[in-house]
């Protein structure tokens, strides 16, 4: 398994992590639209703390939340990859696909291009049986790319989650699940 993996696409470099992502990251979980599905903003503090976590679970499992650099600007914007969730539910223990980007770069496709080349990782390099994906029923633009990578949904797999508050709003949450079987790989759309 490769310990420094570097992913690209098309228009997209998945890197790790470097010391001037801070701040680019550390506003991006500062800004309220972007963390609406989300427990809070973030202070910078606890953005580093977030990067760290990162950048260890990279040295555990040869796979992480890569931090993304789009190719014709060289822009870090970021993340988008592979983390083990840190909860007890019924489907864990699990890997699980996820993405956060800056608002500036919203609504180009890059969600579902750097998740579907993570997954492909995922499932080709690691060698992982299964990737699931969740959101809060009202968080619909990651909802939509889950579908647009092919994932499956069944309403009796939708949990609360153990770190959200009922009073939040934030509990309920769907998740989507693909096999390795299921993975029509990178280069071809899901059927």
Do not use: C
């Given at each position: 398994m490769a310990r420094e993996p570097r992913l690209e696409t098309d228009r997209l470099i998945l890197r790790r992590w470097r010391d001037s992502d801070l701040g680019p990251f550390a506003a991006l979980n500062r800004d309220p639209k972007v963390m609406e599905h989300f427990t809070g903003t973030l202070t910078e503090s606890e953005t580093a703390e977030m990067i760290e976590r990162i950048e260890a679970h990279f040295e555990e499992r040869g796979f992480g939340l890569w931090a993304l650099e789009e190719k014709a600007s060289g822009d870090f914007f970021g993340f988008a990859g592979l983390s083990v969730p840190r909860f007890e539910a019924h489907f864990t223990p699990a890997v699980e696909v996820g993405w956060?980007?800056?608002?500036?770069?919203?609504?180009?496709?890059?969600?579902?291009?750097?998740?579907?080349?993570?997954?492909?990782?995922?499932?080709?390099?690691?060698?992982?049986?299964?990737?699931?994906?969740?959101?809060?029923?009202?968080?619909?633009?990651?909802?939509?790319?889950?579908?647009?990578?092919?994932?499956?949904?069944?309403?009796?797999?939708?949990?609360?989650?153990?770190?959200?508050?009922?009073?939040?709003?934030?509990?309920?949450?769907?998740?989507?699940?693909?096999?390795?079987?299921?993975?029509?790989?990178?280069?071809?759309?899901?059927?």
């Open positions: 956060r980007f800056a608002r500036s770069h919203w609504g180009k496709g890059y969600a579902t291009e750097a998740a579907r080349r993570a997954m492909d990782f995922g499932f080709t390099e690691s060698e992982l049986e299964e990737i699931v994906s969740f959101a809060t029923p009202a968080n619909v633009r990651s909802l939509a790319v889950m579908r647009r990578l092919g994932m499956s949904h069944d309403p009796s797999d939708d949990f609360d989650h153990p770190k959200m508050t009922e009073a939040s709003g934030l509990r309920r949450h769907a998740l989507y699940r693909m096999s390795a079987r299921q993975w029509p790989g990178t280069l071809r759309p899901p059927h």
